[in-house]
């Protein structure tokens, strides 16, 4: 059987998190060339391709099965280490996480804080629309994901988290002006966009009847800076209620004529038997249930 050595692993993993060779030598305190070569040793033995040279570096799909093994090895010798009774400063882990944006602004990171209070870990996290969160699962770059697939990816666990409400929402002032000079009123007005893998704000306007290529589009790749560009009148979009309802009962923002939408969430993370990991999940999972709607 294949014995794929575990430094690397780790090397290719580096090499992915710090996004090029040479800041991978300087995580690892190792010259570039040793990385390189680690890798090419690492590709010779399995046979495959594992590590696209590309700014940034990429893996393979057979690369993502081997920083996968990168992790849950380092998660497993964490939990090892700390139940040697190694120092909690000594081991603390790195936990990788896929987060939706409007997720982490609004009700994600209490519960980070929680495990942080009790366990020795720190956080990674990677910021990406919950239609795309699964994919960091599939390459191995993430340990867990707040995602909208409710299909486990493969050699991982689903749980149902609930659901996140948008709110159609606009200024009032931009409410005003499109509804008095423009045929078909607002839901004709330019829309703030999140980025262009952003298929909220059209599938409210499909809901309405509007063709969503009809209609122009800001694009504001910033969950703060989306909220803001919408409160300054730029157009407008889909905000999560908690965001929304603040700014509505002070009538800075009017909520639209329309069906709000309701975003499904769930939790995946690695098959493993992992206190971390299930802490973590644990965490979450009680947030979910206080402050999302039930499917």
Not at 178 to 205: I, M
Request: net charge negative; glycine share 6%.
């Amino acid at each position: 059987m294949m014995q794929i050595p575990l430094d690397g692993a780790e090397t290719l993993a580096a090499v992915i998190d710090e996004g090029s060779m040479d800041a991978a030598a300087m995580r690892l305190r190792v010259t570039p060339s040793a990385v390189s070569q680690r890798i090419k040793a690492l590709e010779e033995l399995v046979g495959r391709v594992l590590l696209v040279r590309a700014k940034p570096p990429r893996v393979t799909d057979a690369g993502a099965v081997v920083v996968r093994l990168a992790r849950q090895m380092a998660l497993i010798q964490h939990e090892a280490t700390a139940d040697l009774g190694a120092d909690a400063s000594e081991t603390r882990m790195a936990v990788p996480i896929a987060v939706n944006a409007d997720s982490l602004a609004t009700w994600f990171l209490p519960p980070l804080a929680r495990v942080c209070e009790r366990h020795p870990v720190v956080f990674d996290l990677h910021r990406d629309d919950q239609d795309h969160t699964a994919t960091l699962l599939e390459s191995g770059v993430v340990m867990a994901a707040v995602t909208s697939s409710a299909v486990a990816v493969a050699g991982c666990r689903v749980e149902p988290l609930g659901s996140l409400r948008y709110l159609p929402v606009a200024a009032p002032g931009f409410v005003e002006r499109w509804t008095t000079a423009e045929p078909g009123g607002v839901h004709r007005a330019a829309v703030v966009q999140y980025d262009r893998r952003d298929e909220l704000q059209n599938r409210w306007l499909r809901a309405v009847g509007v063709n969503p290529s009809t209609v122009p589009a800001h694009y504001v790749p910033s969950s703060g800076d989306f909220a803001t560009a919408i409160h300054l009148g730029l157009g407008w979009g889909m905000l999560p209620e908690a965001q929304a309802m603040p700014s509505i009962g002070r009538g800075v923002l009017t909520e639209l004529d329309g069906p709000p939408l309701d975003v499904p969430l769930y939790w995946q993370q690695w098959n493993l038997r992992s206190r971390t990991l299930d802490l973590v999940a644990a965490e979450v999972g009680a947030e979910a249930r206080r402050v999302l709607r039930p499917f």
